[in-house]
């Protein structure tokens, strides 16, 4: 008796309603371990370039040149993951936690095959592709050395992101949150130690910094496994959920793959983006990434608060409430445009003394902060480019936001990048304000998308 009483308490930790009560409340409690767990990825990240940028401005932009190929294989995992979010949460929404583990199982399988052939090709090809860029050959070789250490644990990294995801489509967000925490806190303490060599650790320079993300990435793959399957968070997959099931597998693949086209083709896009800045020096090319990582840092309120909408959105939907589903959106955009504006006001005041942070280099700190200041004028609109998204997205209805973003880049940063840098004089600062304006056409569409509602009625 007393201990079916314990497990009936153990359960209803994970088991809170996030479709009735106060619906700001319900969004900031399902999106602070969110936020959270953004803000400790991106901190980590910041951590690896501060020890990385002490080795010199070639393997900062080796490392930056390599991390926009990896986010380019990144992306076809977020792009899944908003298939395998949208079924969950709907699932759980409706009280159909069966389906739910089913599809949590079947997230879990498609991950570990998947990292496993990006492992293999990954290794195979980033050398000559890194090359394609035309950067200095040492700028190339960093690059290298640092891709290479990340793929060889790509696996790990996908049983990893898959479970968080579908622990959190579940509602529950603080269990993804304590993982965040440890992995970060290991990678954290190991970088430095593998990255210049100190104590009995032999200098890997940037090889370290990969090696201390995937070392924390492995044990965090190890751990939601077994949070996920001892039954210790809302979803208790079983062995027989992880048998091949073609059916689950094309719906999560349905959802999933505008949603896979739309984050490839902005990774595509980053890509061109520094084939345009190159031309213009390592310098050049250190400040876009140094800028690129301070952006994140910005950005983590935007993608901590646009996913607990995109889960509320779902389970509302999934419970009959679209109502609730748009008022938490709104609520969500109106507190991250707030924080955008003040984070705004601040880099335009202190850039220079926030690039200082990562770099001693004049030149880096003078270029890096007028990227910085540039860059504020799309941060004005970027909380509704980043809450209504993920809102779309967490309905399932992906086709439209696959629509607006092809277009956003392809139609109008791209060209603009072009066009602003080579034929209006504006040189590289032409690229930075061409990623503005794309900012600007993306949250007007998204916004306008979301207004007309279409998505409440998604089937999925």
């Not at 089913?102 to 290794?123: D, R």
């Not at 990969?210 to 809302?234: E, H």
């Not at 213009?280 to 876009?288: K, M």
């Not at 004028?377 to 967490?394: D, E, H, K, P, R």
Request: aromatic fraction near 10%; glycine fraction near 12%.
């Amino acid at each position: 008796m007393t201990e079916t009483k314990t497990l009936r308490q153990k359960e209803v930790a994970f088991v809170r309603d996030w479709t009735s009560g106060s619906i700001i409340r319900n969004l900031l409690l399902l999106s602070w371990p969110m936020v959270l767990m953004e803000s400790m990825w991106v901190v980590s990240q910041i951590v690896d370039l501060v020890w990385v940028g002490r080795l010199g401005s070639q393997s900062m932009a080796g490392v930056g040149l390599a991390n926009f190929v990896l986010m380019l294989l990144m992306s076809v995992d977020m792009g899944l993951t908003v298939g395998v979010r949208a079924m969950i949460a709907r699932h759980v929404g409706a009280g159909d936690i069966k389906s739910a583990n089913h599809i949590a199982g079947q997230a879990i399988l498609f991950g570990a095959t998947w990292g496993a052939l990006v492992t293999v090709s990954g290794l195979l090809l980033i050398e000559p592709v890194l090359r394609l860029f035309g950067v200095d050959a040492a700028v190339a070789a960093e690059g290298t050395a640092y891709a290479r250490v990340m793929l060889a644990g790509w696996a790990g990294l996908q049983v990893l992101v898959y479970g968080l995801y579908a622990i959190q489509a579940s509602g529950d967000t603080v269990t993804p949150m304590i993982v965040e925490a440890g992995m970060r806190t290991l990678h954290i303490a190991l970088c430095p130690f593998l990255v210049m060599g100190y104590w009995v650790f032999p200098r890997l320079g940037v090889s370290g910094a990969a090696l201390s993300n995937v070392a924390a990435q492995v044990l965090g793959a190890i751990a939601v496994s077994w949070i996920l399957f001892s039954g210790r968070s809302r979803l208790r997959p079983t062995a027989r959920d992880l048998r091949f099931a073609p059916r689950v597998m094309w719906r999560l693949l349905k959802v999933g793959i505008p949603a896979l086209v739309t984050n490839v083709q902005v990774a595509l896009g980053g890509i061109l983006l520094m084939g345009f800045i190159v031309p213009f020096g390592t310098f050049a090319v250190a400040s876009h990434t140094l800028a690129s990582r301070i952006e994140m840092f910005l950005l983590v309120p935007g993608m901590g608060l646009g996913a607990g909408a995109g889960v509320l959105v779902g389970q509302n939907l999934g419970a009959g409430r679209p109502e609730r589903a748009r008022t938490g959106a709104w609520l969500a955009a109106g507190i991250v445009e707030a924080f955008m504006v003040a984070s705004s006001a601040v880099i335009l005041i202190w850039a220079e003394s926030v690039v200082g942070l990562f770099s001693g280099d004049p030149e880096l700190i003078a270029l890096g902060s007028t990227f910085l200041r540039i860059a504020t004028a799309g941060y004005l609109v970027m909380a509704f480019a980043f809450v209504m998204q993920n809102s779309i997205a967490g309905a399932g209805d992906t086709v439209p936001n696959m629509i607006i973003s092809v277009a956003g880049i392809w139609g109008v940063q791209l060209p603009l990048a072009f066009l602003l840098s080579r034929v209006g004089g504006l040189g590289i600062y032409g690229v930075r304000w061409a990623i503005v304006a794309s900012a600007v056409a993306l949250a007007f569409a998204y916004t306008t998308y979301f207004c007309l509602g279409r998505w409440k009625t998604k089937r999925i």
